[in-house]
């Protein structure tokens, strides 16, 4: 049905109420009308020049509805637009514009939701906006990525013009108390439970146009929202149409939210999701751009003799002549060449990568002076800006010339099909989304990222490609694995404490928890480069610090490098590096992103066959030792249940607690990372010590055998092990045997649980009995060295049969 009446409300399907009179809707979750009065609205520019903004709002619109959608339309005489909503499971909406001039028009925004307050709109959160919380997601990997309470006021950034060109992709406009969050923003309130309430609006397609969620504040109150599909001013034809990207709304809880975000995004852009995450080590955070040929092989021959489970040795910044001649190599560091490295590299059984900035070219590279065509241009004339490497002027380069592409092309084949490299690095990949004049002007600034890095993954085929310093939207289909924070340094936080893009520790790992639900959905999260070399030894950081640092990186499941220099790293710090390999693949959840800026529960929730249990990271971010309750109900733990609690780092059994735990003396910047494990009736594995998910990955397989028969039988069996007597006459028996595997050599423990009532016979390590110690009532440890593979055995008096 189509109509041109003029009818005060229309239902739809429980979703949207029309208000057609007014040009404006109203979006319903569990019959609540959310956004009340919304709209939306277009920026264009005619053939002179001129700017017009045309909004559904304010006046009669003509609709149509259908099945399961719901078309606005408004016409201004020169162009048309189109609103739609698709309304299944969730709802979807899009806006179109259509040019019915005789001239070509060049547009700007498309706002796919326009609300203002001045002109009746709302948004019903339960409480008023000085209440709300803002998810503001950064623009690219670097960019700093949080839960802004706006009572809180905003984040004030660093007002240069080289912060401009890596973080702020648009003018934001001179309102006071602007909220700008990239594709994707979730909004809650103060006066709800983290479990409802929750709005997000995101784009769930992101290869055309750059989408922002951006929310204004007049003082305390609502002014403003938009979600706005950016067309960065390219050209319609007369009679043609331009839509934006799809704009997915929805209510629940905030952190599911941005999961099934993600799981959106991710279906639609085509992402590739690799099925084991990476690991490797890395040049960049000790050598700083001054490694050399003996440096990298001196850190592969550590790896080697530790067996470390690292598979990607990456050549970071520093081997090139110049940014941009990037098959031009500093021969004084690398004096046999790239690909003598990359063979040697290989040959130990290593996968050799290579950092590249592919997207800009340094002021005095051979690229920029014999090319100045490739560099991208501002309305002046002069090259655009992309940042400053050791004071040198980098430009960014124009993705929408062929000839750029064809230089693109012939780079990857050298470093890919010449010298032999099967892993990249792409930084900077943000330059190529700068604003400015490109020779193609159809093509917009996130379809000039995603042509070149459609043009590098061709070229190296399906070799895995890591985005650094990248839009994160484009770039989702595109790279196996994405750096997601800011680099990590060897201080905790930067001298100048106003950029939370700065190189520092507690930066990276704000954004490691606030994008934690990416991983595995867009692609694998990178949290940059695990450091565990000692203060003073090259860093600042204190222990705690350290630990915080190893704790998040293998808490958040993905990619994990290490970036010290290895040779010179004691077994005393070596092992931390090893207590978080491999990684897990499993993102843990930050279970209070709503509440706290810096979240202080990274929770990961483990599944395996022969039981559950929960590590939870505790962090302390501030400058003093505080006492930390948590309430088990936090954790989704059954506040009723006993837990048995392990603290991991202090290697210390807490005991069996009940509705809360609390941590005494939390040390400043200090993780806590406690396992639960329910109290059970059995014989149980509590935790290992190999591996900070204690468990998961180092236990292949627990089985357990009840009675004597099978104990006696596997005495038999093995005839060198001295069996005890009591063990014989012990006709009651149970044997939990635990196998475990991992890579290289290990001293650690296993522990076990022994319900009130048992005792243990004897322990076995490899089929010897081996001493076990009592850690707490009812907690009784094995020690071992696990160098590769070992099979522990608890073996204990059965449970006396309940009297009859
Ligand atoms: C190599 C490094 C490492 C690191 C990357 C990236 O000038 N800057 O603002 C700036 C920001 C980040 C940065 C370097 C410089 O680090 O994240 O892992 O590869 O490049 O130069």
Redesign the pocket.
């Given at each position: 049905m189509a109509g041109e009446t003029m009818t005060d409300e229309i239902y739809f399907r429980d979703r949207l109420i029309l208000h057609p009179a007014r040009g404006t809707f109203d979006w319903v979750f569990r019959a609540q009308a959310i956004l009340q009065h919304a709209s939306a609205a277009a920026t264009y520019r005619d053939a002179r020049g001129n700017v017009h903004h045309l909004t559904l709002a304010g006046d009669a619109v003509a609709y149509a509805v259908a099945d399961d959608w719901v078309t606005l339309r408004r016409d201004d005489g020169n162009v048309e637009l189109a609103w739609t909503a698709r309304l299944g499971d969730e709802t979807y909406a899009w806006l179109e514009i259509i040019n019915r001039h005789r001239e070509p028009i060049r547009v700007d925004e498309l706002r796919v939701l326009a609300l203002d307050a001045a002109s009746g709109a709302r948004v019903e959160l339960g409480a008023p906006a000085r209440a709300w919380r803002f998810f503001q997601n950064g623009w690219q990997?670097?960019s700093a990525t949080f839960v802004r309470d706006c009572g809180d006021g905003i984040h004030t950034d660093p007002a240069t013009d080289?912060y401009r060109y890596?973080h702020q992709p648009h003018a934001i406009p001179a309102v006071p108390k602007t909220l700008s969050s990239e594709w994707f923003s979730v909004l809650t309130s103060r006066a709800h439970r983290p479990a409802d309430g929750g709005l997000l609006l995101g784009f769930v397609t992101a290869a055309d146009q750059l989408g922002e969620i951006r929310l204004q504040l007049a003082g305390d109150a609502f002014a403003r929202l938009d979600a706005i599909s950016h067309a960065d001013g390219v050209r319609v034809e007369p009679g043609a149409r331009l839509a934006s990207e799809r704009l997915l709304i929805a209510c629940g809880d905030g952190l599911a939210l941005l999961e099934r975000y993600a799981a959106r995004l991710g279906e639609a852009m085509g992402a590739r999701v690799p099925a084991a995450p990476l690991t490797g080590w890395?040049t960049?955070?000790y050598f700083?751009?001054e490694n050399t040929e003996r440096d990298v092989m001196a850190n592969l021959e550590r790896i080697r003799a530790e067996r470390l489970p690292l598979g990607v040795i990456v050549i970071?910044?520093?081997y090139q002549t110049s940014d941009g001649d990037w098959t031009s190599v500093r021969a004084d560091r690398f004096p046999r060449g790239m690909k003598w490295l990359a063979d040697e590299i290989r040959r130990a059984g290593f996968v050799p990568g290579l950092?590249v900035?592919p997207f800009a070219a340094n002021e005095n590279s051979r690229l920029a002076r014999e090319h100045p065509e490739f560099l991208l241009r501002d309305e002046t004339g002069a090259p655009v800006g992309a940042?400053?490497?050791w004071g040198d002027q980098c430009f960014s380069l124009d993705l929408s010339r062929t000839d750029v592409h064809e230089w693109l092309r012939e780079t990857f084949r050298t470093l890919s099909d010449d010298w032999g490299y099967a892993f990249f690095?792409l930084?900077?990949l943000y330059t190529a989304a700068a604003p400015g004049v490109r020779h193609d002007p159809t093509m917009t600034r996130a379809q000039a990222v995603r042509r070149g890095l459609a043009i590098i993954r061709e070229t190296v085929g399906t070799k895995t490609i890591l985005g650094?310093?990248a839009p994160l939207g484009p770039s989702v289909g595109c790279v196996d694995a994405m750096?997601i924070g800011?680099?990590v340094a060897i201080t905790w936080e930067p001298i100048f404490r106003g950029d939370l893009?700065?190189?520092a520790t507690a930066y990276a790992m704000r954004n490691t928890l606030a994008r934690a639900f990416m991983h595995n959905r867009l692609w694998h999260n990178d949290p940059?480069?695990a450091l565990v070399r000692r203060r003073d030894d090259e860093s600042d950081l204190v222990l705690n610090e350290m630990r915080t640092m190893v704790s998040m990186i293998g808490l958040c499941g993905g990619a994990t490098l290490s970036s010290d220099n290895l040779p010179s790293i004691r077994r005393g710090r070596l092992k931390y590096l090893k207590q978080i390999l491999p990684p897990t693949n499993i993102a843990a959840r930050p279970l209070d992103l709503f509440e706290n800026e810096l979240p202080r529960l990274f929770a990961l929730p483990i599944a395996a066959p022969w039981g559950e249990w929960l590590v939870v990271g505790a962090i302390n971010w501030d400058d003093q030792t505080t006492t930390t309750e948590i309430a088990l109900e936090t954790l989704g733990l059954d506040p009723a249940r006993e837990y048995h609690v392990y603290n991991y780092w202090h290697r210390r059994y807490v005991g069996v607690v009940r509705e809360r735990v609390t941590i005494k003396r939390h040390q400043p910047h200090e993780t806590r990372v406690l396992l639960f494990k329910a109290v059970s009736e059995q014989v149980d594995v509590l935790a290992t010590t190999f591996h900070l998910a204690q468990g998961l990955v180092e236990v292949k397989r627990v089985e357990r055998e009840r009675g004597s028969k099978g104990a006696e039988e596997r005495g038999r069996r093995t005839a060198r092990r001295p069996r005890d007597r009591e063990t014989r006459k012990n006709s009651m028996m149970e044997t939990l045997r635990v196998e475990l595997e991992k890579s290289g050599a290990q001293r650690g423990e296993v522990l076990f649980t022994i319900p009130r009532g048992q005792r243990v016979i004897a322990a076995r390590v490899d089929g010897r009995v081996s001493p076990h110690r009592l850690v707490g009532q009812g907690i009784v440890a094995v020690g071992l060295t696990l160098d590769e593979r070992a099979v522990v055995e608890i073996e204990v008096s059965a449970k006396p049969p309940a009297s009859v």
């Open positions: 990997s670097w080289e890596k890395c960049w955070y700083f751009g970071d910044d520093g950092w900035a940042w400053l490497h690095k930084d900077f650094c310093g750096r800011p680099d893009t700065a190189p940059d480069c």
